[in-house]
């Protein structure tokens, strides 16, 4: 494969801010799903992680539509999403990452992946690596036309328009806004954009916590929030903590500590039907995953961003010790869930 662009090239990256930023941005969705670098050379596609892993085998049914939908020479950066239900759905996403190559065409078929492209790094022989991006996205907008599996990003120069995208585009499983500088050439491993992701707080119960992996002091506590059926259903971590905070934690929390034969709800037989800590799949087979069990009987406040299903997309942050809350008044109820939003409306119409 011979390009003006060659691999391994680190993505651009974005640090985070609190509120939609005003001045020449390009503003985008910030969408959920695997960050991908697409590289064409004739009969020849390959799809990159932002860590440099290969992609390419995971997402057969994308090599084609790629095919069939860009010039024959030319690098993207993207992302690869899952639309299930009107909706990006990471867990179909992840369930991609199999090492049977049977189970994976299967998935081609039953829930095919879109990649919606954001950037063009090279066109032809072209590097447009040192372009601003107002000429990277010109490029990019003539690239090729939109198809059901291959698209390119919504985007506005509006931040009152980028502001109301923030507010409605997550009712269709979008993780926020980014914006990006206009003036900007495209630069490789920096946190040159910025991500606005929304932030919520929650009161669980802290249930548990894991080992961090440099010694005996508390790497995360588990948390758990009661379903209707009054079983406690595992969330989540939050592991934001200091050294000496985690040494900390180890001393306060051992009163809670499970003895060895007590019953506790993430322990024992599991019946299929919770979720609960510790299960093995392939992304953890590697790991310990044993934990402390505690005594459900303290409530903390926490920031989170997401729900995935009935727990937190991402790790959530520990924001203080909630005394005056009963452990069984934290349910799922006090969460906030985002009206319902055709992602159609967001990807717009296919060629």
């Excluded at 993207?76 to 369930?95: A, C, H």
């Excluded at 995208?165 to 946190?191: H, I, M, N, Q, S």
């Excluded at 599991?270 to 069990?293: I, Q």
């Excluded at 809350?325 to 296919?350: F, K, M």
Aim: glycine share 8%; net charge negative; hydrophobic share 40%.
């Amino acid at each position: 494969m011979v390009l003006p662009v060659t691999r391994p090239i680190a993505p651009m990256l974005a640090r985070s801010a609190a509120a939609v930023p005003s001045g020449r941005y390009l503003y985008e969705p910030k969408w959920d799903g695997f960050r991908c670098l697409v590289f064409r050379d004739g009969e020849d596609i390959e799809l990159g992680s932002r860590g440099g892993n290969p992609l390419t085998r995971y997402f057969p049914e994308l090599v084609v539509s790629l095919a069939e939908a860009l010039p024959p020479r030319c690098v993207l950066d993207g992302e690869i999403v899952v639309v299930q239900g009107g909706r990006l759905d990471f867990d179909r996403l992840t369930d991609r990452i199999h090492p049977a190559d049977s189970r994976i065409r299967l998935l081609a078929e039953q829930t095919p992946a879109t990649f919606v492209a954001f950037d063009v790094l090279a066109a032809g022989d072209e590097d447009l690596m040192g372009r601003p991006l107002s000429e990277r996205h010109e490029v990019l907008a003539r690239l090729f036309a939109p198809t059901p599996h291959v698209r390119m990003s919504r985007a506005t120069q509006d931040a009152d328009l980028a502001t109301a995208w923030f507010e409605t585009f997550e009712g269709a499983g979008l993780d926020g806004v980014v914006a990006k500088p206009l003036d900007d050439a495209y630069r490789p491993g920096e946190r040159a954009m910025v991500k606005i992701k929304h932030e919520r707080t929650a009161d669980v119960v802290v249930a548990g916590y894991r080992l961090h992996k440099s010694g005996p002091v508390v790497g995360s506590l588990m948390l758990g929030l009661y379903l209707q059926d009054g079983v406690l259903n595992y969330v989540g971590g939050a592991s934001a903590f200091t050294m000496a905070r985690r040494a900390a934690l180890v001393d306060e929390l051992a009163p809670l500590v499970v003895p060895e034969g007590e019953e506790h709800p993430w322990l024992g037989e599991d019946d299929g039907a919770h979720r609960r800590p510790g299960v093995l799949n392939r992304w953890n087979a590697g790991k310990d995953r044993s934990f402390v069990a505690l005594r459900p009987e303290r409530v903390c406040e926490v920031r989170y961003d997401q729900l995935q299903a009935d727990r937190f997309r991402h790790s959530a942050r520990f924001v203080r010790w909630r005394p005056d809350r009963e452990p069984e008044s934290c349910g799922y109820g006090q969460l906030d869930v985002p009206t319902a939003y055709d992602l159609a409306d967001v990807l717009g119409p296919a060629a």
